[in-house]
């Protein structure tokens, strides 16, 4: 289960915002959506544990992520949560296969050499284990990119815009595989994005409101 | 993957700008290291030369002087003084022990020292083969000087006049008087390895032959009397015992005479009272070699501030680098954040990288600094005035390595701090 209850998160310039209530069972799979400015990415950022609310209870599972130290949420966030940018923010300075140990080291967990060309194999892209990140092509950067936040097998994957850039068929090809690769970790996928092509592919949706 | 691997990941990334600053680092630790290095081999082998040797008695001139010229054989004597007068500090009541030098002559740039066997016995020199002298024109090298003219027992060699230092010495040889090497002594890390040691007669002997109007000692009597001197050699205590009658007439001369005291009370009024003996001068290796050592310390001191510029440009350029690449990392670590990382975690490896930079530099810098100092030495050792090698480690270079780390933390602590405060819903919010 993934949910918040009662938040309302205030902006540094003194903005607050108020979240419905929400939740998801376990392996389902949402779309955030709405327009800019609505709360989409607060919302992503609170349910990943990278930003505490003001007020309101955050769950997964049985944690209650604003209850957590600052060290347990950061040791959380890393075995638990998987998350994808729009920008991908892939290491420059590690190639692809370090890329995806880093997120083994910070996450405390073992760095299998197998599990991680295993992981790169089932995206398709085990032939640039080696590479850096800038002789990627997109789309390999974004598998990369995804395979980095599957890589701890977490129990909730979080996605913040990763298709209002691409075209339609690239579009498609991402959504397809974050719900296939959410499929195989039986993760609760939650797609944050104003992109109405994303809507119909999955099968729920929260709506949020434009901030008034 | 660890801290240190993601640090080296950076740092060669940015392979170019880390490898400027681990340069600069490592020169500015290389001129820190050299410096304490020659300081300590210096000063070291200065208290080495000086020891046990409470003062000495020379002719009349600078003290630094005298003292440069009979106890580290690397100045011009400041002349002679005559033979009873040397006798009577002798046997004076004050002094426990002397040893008597007489200069003039060298070889192949080696000073040739008229002395007795326990101004051998001082350094702790022993024959490495052969035997001490027993008799005149009989002499015994140093180690250094058998190494370098190739001289062994049993070899002859003429001293020439003059001992300025160099090969190239202008002075006239004493062909018609050759000494006979009967012994070579071992490295005893002193000026006694590069010095030639002879009988006190001998070095009479060969003047009295060669000039009207030499170092000293001349015409008939010098040369007459082999079996006297050799008497005198035998018992190893020079003259006191046969020529004391000779009084002022003498023309003989000694250069300089080393004595120990009998009590420390003898440092308040043996000095004053030899000072005041007309030719005589007195001079404290400890007071001179002291002020050679202060002398020299405003130079070094000069250089070592030099060292320390560079080791602090070194630090302003990785700080100055870190806090430029990370304009650019926010990304990388706010990413960091998000798989896990906590912010001691950021700032660690902010911190590890700089250090890995200085522990680098520091490291480069010393062996720069050991072969420096090993190549600076062998250049001294053609001019012989001095051994210094860059084989010698100092528990200072430990603190060096330190204080270039602890450089590269001072350095690394703003970026790491602003690592630290990465604020991952903000940068990544902005991140598009």
Known sequence: ?????????????????????????????????????????????????????QRGQVFIGERRLDQLGERALDQFRGQHIGVVFQTLHLVDALTVENNLRLARYFAGLSQDRNQILEVLDRLGVAEVARHHPHRLSQGQAQRVALARAIINEPAVILADEPTSALDDKTCQQVLELLTAQALACHATLVIATHDARVRGVLEHALELEPAE | MNLFRLSLAYLRRNALSALLNVLLLALGIATITVLLLFSYQVEQRLTRDAADIDMVVGAKGSPMQLILSSVFHIDVPTGNIPLHEARWVQNHPLVAGTIPLALGDSYRGFRIVGTTPRYVRHYGGAPAGGSLWDDDMEAVLGARVAERTGLGVGDRFAGVHGITGGEAVGGEVHEDHPYTVTGVLRHTNSVLDRLILVSVPSVWKVHGYDHEAGLGPEHEHAGGR?????????????????????GPDDERELTALLVQYQSPLAAVT???????????????????TARLMQMMGIGLDTLRAFGW????????????????????????????RTLGASRRRLFNHILTEAIMLAVMGA?????????????????????????ITGAVFLTQELWLVGLAVAVGIVAAVIPAVQAYRTDIAETLGRGR
Do not use: C
């Open chain 2, 363 to 387: 490291l480069l810098g010393l062996a720069l600094g050991h072969v420096a100092a090993e190549v600076l030495g062998q250049s001294f050792r053609q001019t012989q005035q001095l051994e």
């Open chain 2, 226 to 246: 082999p079996a006297q001197d050799g008497a005198v050699d035998g018992n190893g205590d020079a003259q006191s015992d046969d020529e004391g009658a000779q």
């Open chain 2, 309 to 336: 510029v560079l080791v602090i440009a070194a630090g302003l350029g990785v700080f100055i680098g870190l806090y430029n690449a990370l304009k650019d990392r926010r990304y990388d670590l706010a990413q960091m």
């Open chain 2, 270 to 288: 043996l000095p004053r009272v030899i000072n005041s003996r007309g030719p005589l001068q007195a001079a404290a290796p400890a007071y001179e």
């Open chain 1, 1 to 53: 289960m993934l949910g918040i209850r009662d938040v309302t998160h205030r902006y540094r310039d003194g903005t607050t915002i108020t979240l419905p209530n929400w939740q998801a069972q376990d392996g389902e799979h949402w779309a955030l959506l709405g327009p800019s400015g609505s709360g989409k990415t607060t919302l992503l950022h609170i349910l990943g544990g990278l930003l505490r609310p």
